[in-house]
């Protein structure tokens, strides 16, 4: 009896070790997520404050300069609104900002004008104070004015009602102050603390292209080992895009404020209209690769052959986005973008000539579209780089092809580029 009782003792015990084994492996391995995680979180807030830091500097300067301007120049005792001006100009996103002072000053006139015709001839009160707002609201509205001006011409509308029986000639300060925040918030934007628009652009365009470049990566490693769940993701990460791609966009049209304001940054404006064109065929490369990363989900499923060239062609297009990056940062000619996208097309047609089924077709498709893609972006024609990747592309040099026109009898057919 004691020696099966300290068998079952011990049986028990190596299941408790192994149980333990187990535990700690899980639970070392979720810390270890966690760990990672919270390096990763504090990564990305670290970043955003870099990225914020420059606005940031400049709101505490403009409301600083505009309470200066409003009180001591002006001799408005408390120029409350000047400093909320300025920062609410800067608030908004980069390269509307000049729109913005514009709005803030025709929104506080519509609510001057609407608060005072209604106090003069309805007096002040709750339901006086409704029917400005309201009246305010829908005039802005029936003007075509945009949620700037609607808000500020309701808020002034407010004001002009709760404190018109308390404080004298509201208006004309009102009005004041919110040209001279506007005013103050431009001047410091280009003037005493322009941002670099290049080092804004390059930050910006950083998470657009990293992320393109990884996915065409995984993408590439999935069709070599045939890992439909590994494309998948890609796909899926490809497709929750937007915020890098509204970022760029952002940059781009601030970066375009800040030339056209700046004197300092006028020397930039041809690098600057270089950064606007690329954003539409960067868009386009992104969409485009979408489809080849979804043609390559149904490939694998599909079980269509995977000519080794194939992937090789993908990850080529990685590399021609991060050196299209690279470049762009260093303000180079993109020169070794241009010919990895190139190289990318010849692995294509490489891979086209050993053979595809119907989704590969379209993955070399996608392949040779999204080079065109590059290809503009880096600073050529529409046109010119259609022809140049026809060209790479081989379509006539195929194994087998007769001098001359190709077939048309022959499937499957590579859909034209563009």
Same mark, same amino acid.
């Given at each position: 009896?004691?020696?099966?009782?300290?068998?079952?003792?011990?049986? +028990?015990?190596?299941?408790?070790?192994?149980?333990?084994?187990?535990?700690?492996?899980?639970?070392?391995?979720?810390?270890?997520?966690?760990?990672?995680?919270?390096?990763?979180?504090?990564?990305?807030?670290?970043?955003?404050?870099?990225?914020?830091?420059?606005?940031?500097?400049?709101?505490? *300067?403009?409301?600083?300069?505009?309470?200066?301007?409003?009180? #001591?120049?002006?001799?408005?005792?408390q120029?409350?609104?000047?400093?909320?001006?300025?920062?609410?100009?800067?608030?908004?996103?980069?390269?509307?900002?000049?729109?913005?002072t514009?709005?803030?000053?025709?929104?506080v006139?519509?609510?001057?004008?609407?608060?005072?015709?209604?106090?003069? *001839?309805?007096?002040?009160?709750?339901?006086?104070?409704?029917?400005?707002?309201?009246?305010?609201?829908?005039?802005?509205?029936?003007?075509?004015?945009?949620?700037?001006?609607?808000?500020?011409?309701?808020?002034?509308?407010?004001?002009?009602?709760?404190?018109?029986?308390?404080?004298?000639?509201? #208006?004309?300060?009102?009005?004041?102050?919110?040209?001279?925040?506007?005013?103050?918030? *431009?001047?410091?934007?280009?003037?005493?603390?322009?941002?670099?628009?290049?080092?804004?652009?390059?930050?910006?365009?950083? @998470?657009?292209?990293?992320?393109?470049?990884?996915?065409?990566?995984?993408?590439?490693?999935? *069709?070599?080992?045939?890992?439909?769940?590994?494309?998948?993701?890609?796909?899926?990460?490809?497709?929750?895009?937007?915020?890098?791609?509204?970022t760029?966009?952002?940059?781009?049209?601030?970066?375009?404020?800040?030339?056209?304001?700046?004197p300092?940054?006028?020397?930039?404006?041809?690098?600057?209209?270089?950064?606007?064109?690329?954003?539409?065929?960067?868009?386009?490369a992104?969409?485009?690769?979408?489809? +080849?990363?979804?043609?390559?989900?149904?490939?694998?499923?599909?079980?269509?052959?995977v @000519?080794?060239?194939?992937?090789?062609?993908?990850?080529?297009?990685?590399?021609?986005?991060?050196?299209?990056?690279?470049?762009?940062?260093?303000?180079?000619? @993109?020169?070794?973008?241009?010919?990895?996208?190139?190289?990318?097309?010849?692995?294509?047609?490489?891979?086209?000539?050993?053979?595809?089924?119907?989704?590969?077709?379209?993955?070399?498709?996608?392949?040779?579209?999204?080079?065109?893609?590059?290809?503009?972006?880096?600073?050529?024609?529409?046109?010119?780089?259609?022809?140049?990747?026809?060209?790479?592309?081989?379509?006539?040099?195929?194994?087998?092809?007769?001098?001359?026109?190709? @077939?048309?009898?022959?499937?499957?057919?590579?859909?034209?580029?563009g």
């Amino acid at each position: 009896m004691a020696v099966a009782r300290d068998r079952r003792l011990g049986w +028990l015990r190596r299941d408790r070790e192994g149980l333990s084994d187990v535990d700690t492996a899980r639970i070392a391995e979720t810390v270890a997520q966690l760990h990672q995680r919270s390096k990763a979180t504090l990564h990305d807030r670290l970043h955003r404050v870099r990225m914020a830091l420059g606005l940031a500097v400049q709101a505490g *300067l403009a409301a600083g300069l505009s309470w200066v301007a409003a009180h #001591e120049i002006l001799g408005n005792p408390q120029p409350v609104f000047a400093p909320i001006s300025a920062v609410g100009t800067l608030a908004v996103s980069v390269g509307q900002r000049f729109r913005r002072t514009v709005e803030l000053i025709i929104g506080v006139a519509v609510g001057v004008a609407v608060g005072d015709l209604l106090v003069y *001839l309805l007096g002040t009160g709750p339901w006086q104070l409704g029917l400005v707002v309201t009246s305010a609201i829908l005039l802005t509205i029936f003007a075509g004015g945009s949620v700037a001006i609607v808000i500020q011409a309701a808020a002034t509308a407010v004001l002009i009602v709760t404190l018109s029986p308390s404080v004298e000639h509201l #208006e004309i300060p009102r009005f004041v102050d919110a040209f001279v925040g506007g005013s103050i918030a *431009l001047l410091v934007t280009a003037i005493l603390l322009p941002l670099n628009p290049l080092r804004v652009l390059n930050r910006a365009a950083r @998470p657009a292209l990293d992320l393109l470049a990884e996915q065409l990566d995984v993408t590439a490693d999935g *069709l070599r080992e045939r890992d439909r769940e590994k494309i998948q993701t890609a796909l899926d990460r490809l497709r929750n895009n937007k915020e890098e791609l509204a970022t760029l966009t952002e940059a781009i049209e601030g970066a375009k404020e800040t030339a056209l304001l700046s004197p300092a940054r006028w020397h930039r404006r041809s690098e600057l209209t270089h950064y606007a064109e690329a954003a539409d065929p960067i868009d386009r490369a992104m969409r485009n690769s979408g489809t +080849l990363i979804r043609r390559g989900v149904t490939l694998v499923e599909d079980d269509e052959p995977v @000519p080794a060239p194939m992937p090789d062609a993908v990850a080529h297009l990685a590399e021609a986005v991060r050196l299209l990056k690279r470049e762009f940062a260093q303000g180079e000619e @993109p020169e070794q973008a241009r010919e990895r996208a190139l190289r990318a097309v010849s692995e294509a047609g490489r891979a086209y000539a050993e053979g595809v089924g119907f989704s590969g077709s379209v993955v070399v498709a996608q392949v040779r579209t999204t080079a065109s893609d590059l290809m503009v972006a880096s600073g050529i024609s529409q046109e010119e780089a259609n022809r140049l990747v026809r060209q790479s592309f081989g379509e006539l040099d195929r194994p087998g092809a007769p001098a001359g026109p190709e @077939p048309a009898a022959k499937p499957p057919t590579a859909p034209p580029v563009g």
